[in-house]
């Protein structure tokens, strides 16, 4: 017999040996002996009292031993030999849309800008330590896209589109612990996820579908509204039937690519703002109620946080507990930050941007005549503003969190994890007025909610521009352009995602919609 129960253990019980066997016997009013397994769900941890509780959802086993773990399977077969789809950019949409190639017997063509994950480390350091930005190969372009350096959660509110428990089983299949199977906010973390990535890539490899890295699309040729070729920056012109567009969010050079050619482009509503530094300790103290360090049993304390701001929301965005905040410009003269974990969430400081929804009709008005672009072009006055007043390189601008929100320079700043290092900037007089003022209240608002974040010792740093694609690239309710017949635009840059998961999600359904009718 298998019964499905929740149990709760609190830090103590946490502790006992056998204790989820324990409870589910008392649970079920049955003898421990006839307690065969207990496996675990779903985990999360219920931290709004004093006393802290671990949430299990679970299936005992009584008197039967659970099935034996069979090894996931996903069919892939050899297509070295079978009919073509060519996917451009390699991050976590075009990477699932080549592994669901395959599983459907067509063979991908990746065509990657960036380089290999073991290539794109010197140009990540070449932008921490140098301050130099490689236009394709940094924190957002390469093997894996922006998600193989920059975290690894893998939360999605994107249920209804697509199996995510399939996508969490292929991670596991290419090299994730199981954990991510259970864990209510399941992390995998930077420093884990290029050899997953890596991982990925060998099999699409070993099943014949092709991967070109350095092979940046510049051209698209199109004929009677057909897609007939993609020119690469080299010259070559390569012949292609059914494309998925999987570029991400920051492939500026597409966008403007599309509306040259006058190919249906839409501004879409996005966030910007800043991105706010605690010591990880105030953070767990808020949370868990502890004075001195946190329990070992429990992880680094994250938060989530929204306030409607003169009609406006203003919400944490991408927190990162024990994590980094890196460099994530994509062009020299830019500076973008954007933040990272670690598998163990183990360093000293607490981040997340902290950002203002911006409705592109409304807002940014003065932008007009830059048409479906005014959102790309507002992003970019921003991230060069903080360039110039970082000092002109990959310095990001701070502030103290206090006196951000009351109006004065920082004489001084907190330490940071942010490498390039900081400089004081008055952020809040250089953000424009639609972010820089709904921030300041909005950051009054989270010290109510949460006594002590609202504190001297927090840094704010800016800009956290890149939260989302500013443009749309339209889609049929076959997935394909509306304008141009074999374009499949697909994931974040074409506006239908916003994190690992749900590109994964939209990648699988792209490569079925490419593949249909062929």
Same mark, same amino acid.
């Given at each position: 017999m298998?019964?499905?129960?929740?149990?709760?253990?609190?830090?103590?019980?946490?502790?006992?040996?056998?204790?989820?066997?324990?409870?589910? +016997?008392?649970?079920?009013?049955?003898?421990?002996?006839?307690?065969?397994?207990?496996?675990?769900?779903?985990?999360?941890?219920? +931290?709004r009292?004093?006393?802290?509780?671990?949430?299990?959802?679970?299936?005992?086993?009584?008197?039967?031993?659970?099935?034996?773990?069979?090894?996931?399977?996903?069919?892939?077969?050899?297509?070295?030999?079978?009919?073509?789809?060519?996917?451009?950019?390699? !991050?976590?949409a075009?990477?699932?849309?080549?592994?669901?190639?395959?599983?459907?017997?067509?063979?991908?063509?990746?065509?990657?800008?960036g380089?290999?994950?073991?290539?794109?480390?010197?140009?990540?350091? +070449?932008?921490?330590?140098?301050?130099?930005?490689?236009?394709?190969?940094?924190?957002?372009?390469?093997?894996g896209?922006?998600?193989? *350096?920059?975290?690894?959660?893998?939360?999605?509110?994107?249920?209804?589109r697509?199996?995510?428990?399939?996508?969490?089983?292929?991670?596991?299949?290419?090299?994730?612990?199981?954990?991510?199977?259970?864990?209510?906010?399941?992390?995998?973390?930077?420093?884990?996820?290029?050899?997953?990535?890596?991982?990925?890539?060998?099999?699409?490899?070993?099943? =014949?579908?092709?991967?070109?890295?350095?092979?940046?699309?510049?051209?698209f040729?199109?004929?009677?509204?057909?897609?007939?070729?993609?020119?690469?920056?080299?010259?070559m012109?390569?012949?292609?039937?059914?494309v998925?567009?999987?570029?991400?969010?920051?492939?500026?050079?597409?966008?403007?690519?599309?509306?040259?050619?006058?190919?249906?482009?839409?501004?879409?509503?996005?966030?910007?703002?800043?991105?706010?530094?605690?010591?990880?300790h105030?953070i767990?103290?808020?949370?868990?109620?502890?004075?001195?360090?946190?329990?070992?049993?429990?992880?680094?304390?994250?938060?989530?946080?929204? #306030?409607?701001?003169?009609?406006?929301?203003v919400?944490?965005?991408?927190?990162?507990?024990? =994590?980094?905040?890196?460099?994530a +410009?994509?062009?020299?003269?830019?500076?973008?930050?954007?933040?990272?974990?670690?598998?163990?969430?183990?360093?000293?400081?607490?981040?997340?941007?902290?950002?203002?929804?911006?409705?592109?009709?409304?807002?940014?008005?003065?932008?007009?005549?830059?048409?479906?672009?005014?959102?790309?072009? *507002?992003?970019?006055d921003?991230?060069?503003?903080?360039?110039?007043?970082?000092?002109r390189?990959?310095?990001a601008?701070?502030?103290?969190?206090?006196?951000f929100? #009351?109006?004065?320079?920082?004489?001084?700043?907190?330490?940071?994890?942010?490498?390039?290092?900081?400089?004081?900037?008055?952020?809040?007089?250089?953000?424009?007025?639609?972010?820089?003022?709904r921030?300041?209240?909005?950051?009054?608002?989270?010290?109510?909610?949460?006594?002590?974040?609202?504190?001297?010792?927090?840094?704010?740093?800016?800009?956290?521009?890149?939260?989302?694609?500013?443009?749309?690239?339209?889609?049929?309710?076959?997935?394909?352009?509306?304008?141009?017949?074999?374009?499949?635009?697909?994931?974040?840059?074409g506006?239908y995602?916003?994190?690992?998961?749900?590109?994964?999600?939209?990648g699988?359904?792209?490569?079925?919609?490419?593949?249909? !009718?062929?």
């Open positions: 298998v019964r499905n129960i929740q149990l709760r253990t609190t830090l103590l019980e946490e502790s006992v040996d056998n204790i989820l066997h324990k409870k589910a +016997a008392k649970y079920l009013g049955i003898p421990i002996e006839d307690v065969t397994e207990v496996l675990i769900l779903r985990k999360s941890i219920d +931290a009292k004093s006393t802290i509780y671990f949430n299990y959802k679970v299936s005992v086993y009584i008197k039967e031993a659970p099935p034996k773990n069979n090894a996931y399977d996903f069919g892939y077969k050899d297509v070295s030999n079978a009919q073509e789809i060519h996917i451009i950019g390699f !991050g976590p075009g990477m699932y849309a080549a592994l669901r190639c395959i599983e459907l017997g067509y063979k991908p063509i990746v065509l990657e800008r380089k290999n994950v073991q290539e794109r480390r010197r140009d990540l350091k +070449a932008i921490n330590r140098d301050h130099i930005v490689d236009e394709d190969s940094n924190y957002c372009f390469g093997e896209g922006a998600g193989t *350096y920059s975290d690894g959660k893998l939360y999605t509110r994107s249920l209804k697509g199996d995510v428990r399939r996508i969490f089983e292929n991670l596991v299949y290419h090299g994730a612990t199981e954990q991510i199977l259970i864990d209510a906010h399941p992390h995998i973390g930077t420093n884990k996820l290029p050899k997953l990535v890596q991982n990925i890539r060998e099999t699409i490899l070993k099943y =014949g579908g092709e991967i070109h890295f350095k092979s940046r699309v510049t051209n040729l199109i004929t009677k509204n057909t897609l007939r070729a993609i020119v690469l920056q080299n010259g012109e390569m012949p292609v039937n059914r998925i567009l999987a570029t991400g969010h920051s492939a500026r050079d597409i966008y403007y690519l599309l509306n040259k050619k006058k190919i249906g482009l839409k501004a879409k509503s996005f966030a910007m703002g800043v991105r706010v530094e605690h010591p990880q105030i767990d103290n808020i949370q868990y109620h502890c004075r001195n360090e946190r329990n070992p049993l429990l992880p680094a304390a994250s938060y989530s946080l929204v #306030e409607q701001v003169k009609n406006r929301g919400y944490s965005f991408c927190m990162c507990p024990g =994590g980094f905040i890196v460099p +410009a994509t062009s020299p003269g830019e500076v973008v930050v954007n933040g990272m974990s670690p598998s163990k969430r183990n360093n000293q400081f607490a981040n997340s941007g902290i950002v203002v929804e911006i409705i592109v009709d409304v807002d940014i008005k003065k932008y007009e005549h830059f048409g479906p672009l005014r959102g790309l072009e *507002y992003q970019k921003l991230e060069r503003l903080a360039f110039t007043s970082g000092g390189s990959q310095v601008p701070a502030q103290r969190l206090t006196d929100v #009351e109006g004065k320079l920082s004489n001084d700043l907190n330490p940071s994890s942010y490498q390039p290092g900081l400089k004081s900037a008055p952020l809040h007089s250089l953000l424009p007025k639609l972010i820089g003022s921030l300041r209240s909005g950051f009054t608002a989270f010290g109510e909610k949460m006594r002590g974040y609202y504190t001297s010792e927090a840094n704010v740093v800016g800009v956290e521009s890149r939260t989302s694609a500013p443009v749309n690239i339209p889609r049929n309710k076959n997935l394909e352009h509306p304008e141009i017949q074999g374009l499949f635009p697909c994931g974040e840059g506006g995602a916003g994190g690992i998961i749900s590109a994964a999600m939209d699988e359904r792209c490569a079925e919609a490419a593949t249909s !009718g062929l």
